[in-house]
């Protein structure tokens, strides 16, 4: 089980970043990836998550105030990739950012629960 983050980077404010989280391995079908993020001497923060598995809740996405209307989470199957699109970025979006897929019983939903396997983080650093 594996997943890969990458695109993190140095920006400006106000300029934009595509983080990318690449999953394999895995032996069961993944209900939902989530984004999380933490920042120096802060608790790890759930921005968003999408749920990816087929049925009726596939494409569902949730996004935590700070970051609605300036992420867009997103999906491409055949890749096995999920996109965090992150726009008009501020200096308090610094953080390490991380992907996570949930157990088989859990779903995305605002509580970001149930998410066991994670992704090493990338660095996204804001300069003002």
């Known amino acids: 089980v594996q997943l890969v983050e990458s695109g993190g980077g140095l920006v400006q404010a106000g300029g934009s970043l595509r983080l990318s989280c690449a999953a394999s391995?895995?032996?069961?079908?993944?209900?939902?990836i989530g984004w999380f993020r933490q920042a120096p001497g802060k608790e790890q923060e759930g921005i968003s998550c999408i749920s990816i598995s087929d049925g009726p809740l596939y494409g569902r996405t949730y996004y935590a105030d700070s970051v609605k209307g300036r992420f867009t989470i997103s999906t491409d199957k055949s890749k096995n990739t999920v996109y965090l699109q992150m726009n008009n970025l501020k200096p308090e979006d610094t953080a390490t950012y991380y992907c996570?897929?949930?157990?088989?019983?859990?779903?995305?939903?605002?509580?970001?629960?149930?998410?066991?396997?994670w992704g090493q983080g990338t660095q996204v650093t804001v300069s003002s």
């Open positions: 391995g895995f032996s069961f079908d993944v209900n939902a």
């Open positions: 996570a897929a949930t157990a088989p019983s859990y779903y995305c939903s605002g509580f970001f629960q149930g998410y066991d396997y």
